[in-house]
């Protein structure tokens, strides 16, 4: 084989190996799954079934948070987590809004458009709790409003109307 041949494949068997890792990586992102739970909160939100007004489209689940059981409406996928409770002030007979992450994160929340004082709790993987903020409405976009962080990873957010987060763990409903 000459030495042209020989690069043209090698060549070919890199394209090939790019496309596949590609794909590998396209494949890995949260976007197109939603999140698995895991921890004492997973039996509850295998559980999932449709929302209802105002939420048609996303799912719907009851936890346990401390004493309290909670109808929630489940943001598992990247862009209902992106989307949240932007525009809403009425989340009609859901008690908030449980953010699933497929694993531990520090992401940040923001206000931006969300015309109502929220109060968020942070929980780990085994529904312990990492932190708890009262959040603000922002009528700006993004760049303008502030932002809100746990003070560790956490792999479940919970948001409610202002002064409604229950306190303690997050799980499954007791039976």
Request: proline letters at 9%; glycine letters at 8%; hydrophobic letters at 40%.
């Amino acid at each position: 084989m000459s030495k042209g041949a020989w690069l043209a494949v090698v060549a070919a068997g890199l394209l090939v190996i790019a496309g596949v890792a590609l794909i590998a990586f396209a494949n890995d992102s949260d976007d197109e799954d939603p999140a698995t739970p895991s921890g004492p909160a997973a039996v509850a939100l295998d559980e999932a079934e449709s929302a209802s007004k105002p939420f048609e489209g996303l799912t719907q689940a009851t936890v346990q948070v401390g004493d309290a059981t909670l109808d929630v409406v489940l943001a598992d996928e990247s862009d209902e987590r992106s989307e949240g409770l932007r525009e809403r002030s009425d989340i009609g007979r859901y008690d908030g809004m449980l953010f699933v992450f497929q694993s531990p994160t520090q992401t940040a929340f923001t206000m931006s458009t969300v015309p109502v004082p929220l109060d968020i709790g942070f929980f780990d993987e085994q529904g312990k709790v990492v932190d708890r903020l009262k959040m603000l409405p922002c009528p700006e976009p993004e760049s303008g409003c502030p932002t809100y962080s746990a003070s560790g990873p956490f792999s479940y957010a919970l948001e409610t109307l202002a002064d409604d987060l229950p306190r303690g763990p997050l799980g499954a409903p007791a039976t």
